[in-house]
């Protein structure tokens, strides 16, 4: 069933320097709470899924990519209402700004109340920065180990020759996690591990990745 942690319990109030741009205006501190109000993490932990969802919302929305959703496509639309099983958005791209505000607007004019991201780190980052300019609450449902998305407050944003322009960040965290380490734990074994080539993009935002990075870390372990 996994482990369900109350992150306000634990949640330490961090602060984060950002970036030049609409991402942030350089120099200035930015504090707010990090950690998802609910965390669940372990074996079987998308059981708790259906409750949690019940909580939440009651027009969600699954925004997922291609990574882990085969694996965890009927348990996912098993935890939604009567009527929602067909509210999927497939993503498949680099998160960009232009991309956040299309699928928010998306997300606004079909009144959906709820985001379930399902996948890596781009397609999680599209739903968060999604989900947080329409004003909606989001769930992630990470697929692979090699991403801090499930659990950083934040967006990771690319520009047109898919290079890293800097990063959203967000006032609040989001609603809840649910990291189920079956799932990760089937990820393809290519993934745990970043290349060499993806090394140069991720670096400069590594540091507003914080203390959120030692989570995907704690995944990693528990997965090995």
């Not at 930015?30 to 708790?48: D, E, F, H, K, M």
């Not at 990519?65 to 085969?70: K, M």
């Not at 999680?124 to 947080?132: E, M, Q, R, V, W």
């Amino acid at each position: 069933m996994g482990t369900s942690t109350d992150s306000n319990k634990l949640n330490s109030i961090l602060q984060f320097t950002s970036k030049a741009n609409r991402f942030g205006a350089l120099g200035p501190v930015i504090t707010r709470q990090i950690l998802p109000s609910t965390y669940v993490s372990g074996a079987g932990a998308l059981q708790n899924l259906p409750d949690i969802v019940s909580r939440l919302g009651e027009r969600p929305v699954v925004i997922h990519g291609d990574v882990g959703w085969q694996q965890v496509k009927d348990s996912v639309l098993t935890s939604l209402p009567e009527g929602a099983t067909d509210n999927l958005i497939h993503y498949h791209g680099y998160c960009t700004e232009v991309d956040i505000n299309r699928y928010a607007e998306k997300l606004s004019q079909a009144d959906y109340d709820l985001v379930i991201a399902v996948g890596g780190g781009k397609v999680l980052d599209l739903a968060k920065g999604a989900a947080f300019t329409a004003s909606i609450e989001c769930i992630t449902v990470p697929t692979s180990p090699a991403t801090c998305a499930c659990i950083a407050p934040l967006s990771v944003i690319y520009g047109d020759q898919n290079e890293v322009l800097g990063v959203l960040s967000f006032t609040h965290a989001f609603a809840a996690t649910i990291i189920d380490t079956d799932v990760i734990g089937a990820a393809p074994a290519r993934l745990p591990v970043p290349t060499s080539s993806r090394a140069p993009r991720t670096a400069p935002c590594a540091r507003q990745r914080a203390g959120a990075v030692r989570h995907s870390c704690a995944i990693r372990r528990a997965c090995s």
